[in-house]
């Protein structure tokens, strides 16, 4: 790779290491306890895209040794019918873990079915009750995909103490956690959006900088401090003049790649380290219940 190129923050190898440390993990529990962890994902409607993650997460559980209690409801399912599931599957001490895959369809009010999951087997750390113990900087299953990010700038050794770090977007699923862990690490953070003013001077400042906004190729080579870290969380779906479609995140790379220290390339960054940090949170939830 020429020097002047940033380095790349390469999530899928990192997660293939958590998921052979998980396989050993998994392995020894099993022996000791009798039962593997289980995890189930709950899927409605016909979503391709979601499809494609669910297929990916169970095929992950099984290399590992995980359990998948997943069910796949058609689009015209009732919320009752989904809360009495999720309500079943709390239950169940056979599932450590549960996750709705989102987006739902639009009858549905996917917060409602967040909070029916207990806080114990919350596997993707969104309840309030894990959000809460976030804040407070307490023990608690962490939010999978800025978990992962932070994972992530652990195992390349990025020190993040006292660094300016932006996040662009605020939603609940990345943004508003992945600001709360890196002011947990020392960070000085801070949070911008699409209404932010004067975006390109924020980000600009940013030792750290994640995107997290959804929109393709929206953080262009301008936005970027030299030798900056940047990660990039956005999956995108983009077609070409001749109609071939690829994934693309919220960071130009190819511009920005010239100019940042590290980056996170898509696919094969962030996205792989959120299926890892999924399976890590089934395991300890595993653990809880047992000791």
Known sequence: ?????????????????????????????????????????????EHPASAAY???????????????FGRHFPTNTSQIELEQTIEALNQDERVDGILVQLPL????????????????????GLHPVNLGRLVRGEPGLRSC??????????????????????????SILVGKPMAL?????????????????????????ADILIAAIGRPKFITAD??????????????RVSDSSGQSRLVGDVDF???????????????????MTVAMLLHNTVLSYKRTQS
């Open 105 to 124: 369809p639009d009858h549905l009010d996917a917060v409602s079915l967040l909070h029916q999951i207990h806080p114990d087997k919350d596997a993707d």
């Open 1 to 45: 790779m020429d020097s002047t190129y940033a380095h790349i923050l390469d999530g899928k190898a990192l997660a293939q290491r958590i998921q052979a440390q998980l396989t050993d993990e998994v392995a020894q529990l099993l022996s000791t306890y009798g039962r593997p962890p289980g995890l189930a994902v709950l899927m409605v409607g």
């Open 223 to 236: 936005m970027v401090k030299p030798q900056s870290v940047v990660i990039d969380v956005g999956i995108n």
């Open 254 to 272: 190819e511009a920005v790649r010239d100019i940042a220290q590290y980056i996170t390339p898509v696919p094969g960054g962030v996205g792989a």
């Open 181 to 205: 862990m890196l002011l947990e690490a020392d960070a000085t953070v801070m949070i911008a959006h699409s209404r932010s003013q004067n975006l390109k001077e924020l980000t600009r400042s």
């Open 54 to 68: 669910v297929r990916g997460k169970e095929r992950a559980c099984a290399k590992v040794g995980i359990a998948s």
């Open 145 to 170: 995909t800025p978990a992962g990010v932070m994972r992530l700038l652990r195992e390349y050794q990025i020190d993040i103490k006292g660094k300016q770090a932006v996040v662009v977007g605020r």
